[in-house]
């Protein structure tokens, strides 16, 4: 046999257990489980080709008010492994679960298990409620990456080393990130900066600038305020001297036009990261552009205050 049809031989055999083996770890991979946006970028980024990641509704529901399919049943009988906010938003999947008979027969990932929670700031009422939405902040995600990698390290530890070196390497790209708005506003003196928010998600995200939302307008999560909440609404942001108000996609425009019309205080945009399509970076472009906003809004704020002095 001469020495090409031996090379010719060799790589063919060499190309099919290449191709077996990978077979069978297409076969053996976990499928991993998701229920928000956030957590389909934070798992995709540390199991990246070793893990099927698969989020747990459909592109283009929305979390709030989503109500479980007859496909979502069939989705998640097929999981090895379900990563969950568990403090809110993903009710949903607790539901699934349980039409699905699962509960208990796989392994939760419970994100928030080491992240310390604060309540909803600026809350019209005074309410004290727990705010689950740690997904919309760099430093509360990244506790909840590293949560992530340890408990699918545990879980797979043939790739657990693989798992936790790529969550440390994602955190390091999420500090950069938060480090380059950061410095943004490092120079800006101290001042008593007031927001409101339409949307009661973004304290996690405000307390990681070191501020703290001063009014909150929609009454409760998904409920758009009636006439006299929103008379309310304009009276106490009058008084409480707001500087900028962050409005988001979803809410109506009329809401936000009838409190810049009556206030004059100026109008940003901040995304609740939980919309549109699954992608491992939708996260680091989410929360970008929402720190951009924020400090845009801080740069202003303050060459506001220069001017008015």
Request: positive net charge; aromatic residues 8%.
């Amino acid at each position: 046999m001469s020495r090409l049809k031996i090379f010719v031989l060799t790589t063919l055999l060499l190309l099919s257990f290449s191709a077996q083996a990978h077979a069978r770890t297409q076969s053996q991979m976990l499928v991993i489980g998701t229920t928000l946006h956030p957590y389909y970028s934070f798992v995709t980024n540390i199991v990246k080709d070793r893990a099927i990641v698969q989020p747990l509704i459909g592109e283009g529901f929305n979390p709030h008010n989503y109500r479980p399919q007859p496909e979502d049943i069939k989705r998640v009988m097929n999981l090895d492994v379900l990563v969950f906010n568990g403090i809110g938003h993903d009710e949903f999947a607790m539901e699934i679960l349980g039409a699905a008979q699962m509960k208990g027969k796989i392994p939760l990932i419970f994100a928030n298990k080491d992240v310390s929670l604060i309540p909803v700031a600026g809350n019209m009422d005074d309410l004290k409620i727990v705010n689950p939405h740690t997904f919309i902040s760099v430093t509360t995600s990244i506790q909840q990456i590293y949560t992530i990698a340890a408990a699918l390290a545990d879980i797979d530890p043939e790739n657990a080393k693989f798992y936790k070196k790529n969550g440390r390497k994602y955190v390091r790209k999420l500090r950069k990130l938060k480090a380059k708005y950061m410095k943004r506003i490092a120079d800006l003196p101290d001042m008593d900066f007031r927001c409101a928010t339409i949307h009661g998600g973004y304290d996690y995200l405000l307390q990681d600038f070191g501020l703290q939302v001063t009014a909150v307008i929609e009454p409760n999560h998904g409920l758009k305020p009636t006439a006299n909440q929103l008379a309310k609404t304009i009276k106490k942001i009058k008084a409480l001297n707001v500087d900028v108000i962050f409005t988001e996609m979803h809410f109506p425009d009329k809401y936000v036009e009838t409190i810049h019309d009556e206030t004059g205080i100026r109008i940003r945009h901040l995304s609740h990261l939980t919309g549109g399509s699954y992608s491992p970076e939708d996260f680091e472009k989410g929360i970008e552009a929402n720190m951009k906003a924020l400090t845009d809004a801080l740069i202003e704020a303050n060459q506001i205050k220069e001017e008015n002095r």
